[in-house]
């Protein structure tokens, strides 16, 4: 009897005692899921999210099982039970409904899930799916998806705006756009990087170099900001500090396409012309990028620097028959077949992919005067001026012909005769260039503007004012502001706006900002009358900015070259 006793006690001490709990009903969900049983699995879920209802991983699993069986309907019921009582937050639950719905063929109502998603996730952990079914979405509804914003990227449209604002030269409004976004994400370095070159392109330095330490203290290794700091120091001339680093990137091998290719562009502008050649070597064996034919330009420009001429020759033939339509190939290998013959002295050739009087032009809007005594004394620039004259479509002719203005000398002067007398040449550009050499003081008998064509200063402006009678209004409102004037200083503004029109034609700009163009005009017409008008004095009374106002006198300065100028040349 006791020995039976003692049995019935070992054994009971011997029993594991079974909690039920979700946890329990999770792992047995699990496992059945392992061998496929689907209904078990799905009556496991259940039971958990009974033990734990406030628990919505549970309540998700269960919707999953439910859409893997098939029964999409009530996987959504699930999930919007989720969203409505468990946790609103949980915005994956909308990516998994629009999944439900698209297996329905429910198209329109996946789109407003997957939208739903997309505009409230932030933290994007299906953000290459949702992209897949959005292609999928755009197919079956035959349009595109009304979505407004990415959270997960928020700030990424923004960042790829404020980067075309740099390529165009843009930089006032980079910066504005760039320190917005830095402002909301502290943690976004991509953006910290190119806001400090913005300021740097503006001319805040100090503003510039603050901000790259900025961006290595949150990540001393980040490649962009070194690379930024290195060009930074070349500014500076801190030959010490620039040479350390330079140590320091020479001997850095970058993985990512991105990373290398800023380590290449920066160490050729840096005059490390076998580093950026080796690493544009790397790129170009990238598939994903090879068939690009400014990367080759970019090798050809770093092989040409270090003098591997065949290398240099082979890439720009190679980027010419990637881009048949283009003259900058034609126009580099030009450049080094005349150097292999002796006829000319060896140039450094730009990393741009373009002719070098592109970024001349887009660069004497900001300083004029500097950028015409360097083109000047600079003879692949000069060379590419003349070459663009003769080779390029109607727009690059027309651009090259009003910078000839601010050169204004004798070899321009031959160019602009010669191309007068080039039969086929379109009239418009003939046109501009004798108004140019009038401007230049050459007339009566060297050329007349008759022997042009029928065309005249009074036909440009009759063609303007049909094209856009509002010019007028820059007239109006310019005398309205300058108030009581005499007919001398009415005559002035008349003359010295239809010279402006005149000469920019037909390349004349769009009337955007009236007041900035007749802010212009007066402190011109002012300066010629002798009074000591200052852009500060103007840009008050307009309710400009000093920046405004003088951005666009520069822009009448260098079309009718006023410095100096009194009245009696109007």
């Known amino acids: 009897m006791n020995e039976d006793k003692l049995r019935a006690e070992d054994l009971y001490n011997k029993i594991i005692p079974v909690h039920m709990d979700a946890n329990f009903f999770f792992e047995r969900a699990v496992r059945s899921l392992?061998?496929?049983?689907?209904?078990?699995?799905l009556k496991y879920f259940g039971k958990a999210v009974e033990y734990e209802p406030e628990n919505p991983v549970n309540h998700c699993n269960m919707a999953g099982i439910m859409s893997e069986m098939g029964d999409y309907s009530g996987s959504n019921s699930v999930l919007a039970q989720v969203l409505k009582d468990v946790d609103p937050a949980m915005t994956e639950c909308y990516y998994y409904m629009a999944n439900n719905f698209a297996n329905m063929e429910q198209f329109e109502e996946a789109e407003k899930a997957l939208v739903t998603y997309l505009e409230e996730d932030s933290e994007g952990q299906f953000l290459e799916e949702a992209e897949e079914m959005m292609d999928l979405l755009h197919y079956e509804l035959?349009?595109?998806?009304?979505?407004?914003?990415?959270k997960s990227r928020e700030g990424m449209v923004e960042h790829e705006n404020a980067r075309a604002l740099l390529e165009e030269g843009k930089f006032a409004q980079a910066v504005e756009l760039l320190e917005e976004i830095v402002k909301n994400h502290p943690d976004f370095l991509s953006a910290r990087n190119n806001l400090a070159?913005?300021?740097?392109?503006?001319?805040?330095?100090?503003?510039?170099?603050?901000t790259i330490g900025e961006v290595l203290e949150q990540e001393p290794g980040n490649l962009h900001g070194l690379c930024n700091l290195a060009i930074f120091y070349q500014h500076e001339h801190?030959?010490?500090e620039l040479a350390s680093l330079l140590r320091t990137l020479a001997v850095t091998i970058p993985f990512h396409q991105e990373h290398v290719f800023k380590l290449a562009t920066t160490m050729g502008i840096l005059g490390q012309h076998e580093v950026a050649y080796r690493h544009f070597r790397r790129l170009l064996k990238d598939e994903d990028i090879n068939g690009d034919p400014s990367l080759y330009h970019y090798t050809a420009a770093a092989a040409f620097n270090c003098e591997r001429y065949v290398d240099a020759e082979r890439c720009w033939k190679y980027a010419q028959r990637l881009d048949p339509e283009s003259d900058i190939p034609k126009f580099y290998l030009s450049q080094l077949h005349q150097y292999q013959e002796g006829t000319s002295v060896q140039p450094k050739i730009s990393y741009h992919y373009h002719l070098p009087f592109e970024e001349q032009l887009k660069l004497w809007e900001l300083n004029g005067d500097q950028m015409t005594e360097e083109i000047k004394h600079n003879p692949l620039i000069r060379s590419s001026f003349f070459w663009a004259l003769r080779h390029g479509d109607v727009g690059t002719k027309l651009q090259v012909i009003q910078a000839f203005a601010w050169i204004a000398d004798d070899e321009v002067k031959q160019a602009l005769q010669a191309f007068l007398q080039e039969p086929g040449e379109d009239m418009e550009l003939k046109e501009a260039a004798a108004l140019v050499l009038k401007g230049m003081g050459i007339e009566g008998d060297i050329l007349s503007l008759d022997e042009v064509g029928e065309s005249s200063v009074e036909h440009v402006k009759d063609n303007l004012l049909k094209k856009d009678g509002n010019w007028q209004l820059v007239i109006d409102k310019t005398l309205e502001m300058m108030g009581r004037s005499s007919s001398n200083q009415q005559q002035d503004v008349q003359s010295l706006w239809m010279e402006f029109l005149s000469k920019s034609y037909p390349d004349t700009p769009q009337l955007q900002h009236m007041e900035a163009w007749s802010a212009a005009l007066e402190y011109w017409c002012a300066k010629i009358d002798g009074d000591s008008i200052t852009y500060q004095e103007v840009a008050t009374r307009y309710g400009l900015s000093v920046s405004t106002v003088s951005r666009y006198a520069r822009r009448m300065d260098s079309v009718c070259h006023m410095k100096g100028r009194k009245r009696s040349y109007l």
Not at 34 to 41: E, G, I, T, V
Not at 201 to 206: K, N, P
Request: aromatic share 14%; glycine share 2%; net charge positive.
């Open 34 to 41: 392992d061998r496929n049983h689907y209904d078990k699995a």
């Open 197 to 210: 070159l913005a300021y740097y392109y503006v001319g805040l330095f100090d503003r510039a170099k603050e």
């Open 238 to 240: 801190d030959i010490a």
């Open 142 to 150: 035959n349009r595109p998806a009304k979505l407004h914003r990415i």
